[in-house]
């Protein structure tokens, strides 16, 4: 059977209407330094140096963060971000007197003034940008660090794709395999305790490229069921050229999936949660089990190649 064709089951159906949500970043401080006209092209240009005070002036003394329009003075000329005022009760951190709505302007122009490297320069990013820009494009900077694909523990984890290749053999003893074919078998010996259980069974090598396997059981509503999908180690611009195929089945019957691998820079809750995957319901895959379904044992069978 394939899910192509199981358009007449409610359970499909009910998955069909839901789409997937995406949560945008609400960064309100990059908008509001946008409206200032401030050109946010970024040029790769030699090192400059700004000075620790200089850096310093432009630190929030209560969330340490870099301090964007509206910057925000006392009447003695201390200053904060906008976002901390609510949190010290109108009353200046550092003497205590009553803030106002009095913005520092010259800090605001000092700051425009300013050009500084991305913070992951260390990860190979040699852009100069200006102050105001640059946590725009930090947000989506090519080089910005990977976290952690495992999903069985909220490993806090970061690096580039070699190095979390290397966490993931190492530290989460990760199968790793060579080959761009798979076929695994699941199996659990009491499945109607189905609580959410995560494996990432394998991570695979081919083309030159890394892809992780997640095979899961978690509830949609009231429904146990299991998922399994492909997530692609690198940008979603590259994912893109890869397409993945998944094959369960049983007793003369199998389900098919065939989609895009999503990158790591989604989190696997992500993907799941947007059913960007091969979805069995518990009863069909004790049915594809065999026996007196009391087992889970299934079979996934998969294949990754490039498109052309």
């Not at 580039?160 to 659990?188: E, Q, S, W």
Request: with cysteine; aromatic share 10%.
């Amino acid at each position: 059977m394939d899910t192509s064709m199981a358009s007449g089951n409610p359970f499909f159906d009910d998955l069909q209407n839901k789409g997937e949500a995406i949560d945008h970043p609400q960064n309100e401080d990059i908008m509001d330094c946008e409206s200032l006209n401030i050109p946010s092209q970024a040029a790769v240009k030699p090192n400059g140096t700004v000075s620790s005070s200089v850096r310093e002036l432009l630190e929030c003394p209560v969330c340490c963060n870099s301090m964007y329009p509206p910057i925000l003075q006392c009447l003695n000329g201390h200053t904060l971000c906008s976002g901390c005022k609510p949190k010290v009760d109108n009353r200046c951190p550092t003497c205590r007197h009553e803030l106002g709505n009095i913005r520092c302007l010259a800090l605001e122009k000092l700051a425009a003034s300013l050009e500084l490297p991305c913070k992951y320069q260390s990860f190979g990013c040699n852009g100069i940008y200006p102050y105001y820009s640059k946590p725009k494009h930090e947000y989506q900077c090519s080089y910005r660090p990977y976290g952690c694909p495992y999903a069985g523990s909220e490993c806090t984890v970061i690096g580039d794709i070699p190095h979390l290749v290397a966490h993931l053999k190492d530290d989460h003893k990760v199968d790793m395999h060579n080959g761009c074919t798979f076929n695994h078998r699941y199996v659990k010996s009491n499945p109607h305790e189905v609580e959410n259980a995560t494996w990432m069974l394998t991570v695979f090598s081919c083309f030159g490229q890394y892809f992780c396997l997640h095979f899961e059981a978690f509830h949609i509503g009231l429904a146990p069921v299991y998922i399994a999908f492909l997530r692609f180690m690198g940008d979603n611009n590259e994912a893109k050229n890869y397409s993945y195929s998944l094959e369960v089945g049983g007793n003369g019957r199998k389900l098919t999936w065939q989609g895009v691998p999503r990158s790591i820079r989604d989190s696997h809750r992500k993907v799941r949660d947007s059913f960007d995957g091969l979805i069995i319901q518990r009863n069909m895959a004790l049915f594809f089990s065999g026996g007196d379904r009391k087992e889970l044992k299934l079979r996934v069978t998969g294949r990754i190649w490039k498109e052309q």
